[in-house]
């Protein structure tokens, strides 16, 4: 294994391992306030932002490891339905 490879997965098992005892249980209860209708507040939209520019990065792994494409895509549509979602929410408080 070269050492490339050997970084590549070093990097994804921790990616793995933050994305499950982090990003997800915070995303999960993100999801579950919006759909009850809820908005986001400034630590929310910060973390989505952190997300968000953290992804430019995992793009890149990403396309060296294609096998976690259909992961990254359901997370991608997740934080797409979450934001959507937190807009069509903030729209309808407006009103």
């Known amino acids: 294994m ?4 050997e ?3 070093g ?3 921790a990616l793995l391992e933050r994305f499950q005892t982090q990003r997800l249980p915070r995303t999960l209860a ?4 919006i759909d ?5 507040d400034e630590y929310d939209i910060a973390f989505l932002e952190t997300v968000f520019r953290e992804s430019a990065s995992i793009r890149t792994l990403i ?3 294609p096998e976690y494409e259909p992961l990254a895509a ?3 549509h997740l934080y797409h339905e979450i934001t959507a979602k937190a807009l069509e929410n903030q729209k309808a408080n407006r009103d």
């Open 7 to 9: 970084e590549d997965t």
């Open 2 to 5: 070269d050492e490339s490879t």
């Open 63 to 65: 396309s060296r490891h």
């Open 30 to 33: 993100l999801k579950e306030r």
């Open 11 to 13: 990097v994804t098992l």
């Open 74 to 76: 359901k997370v991608i």
């Open 36 to 40: 009850k209708g809820g908005l986001l």
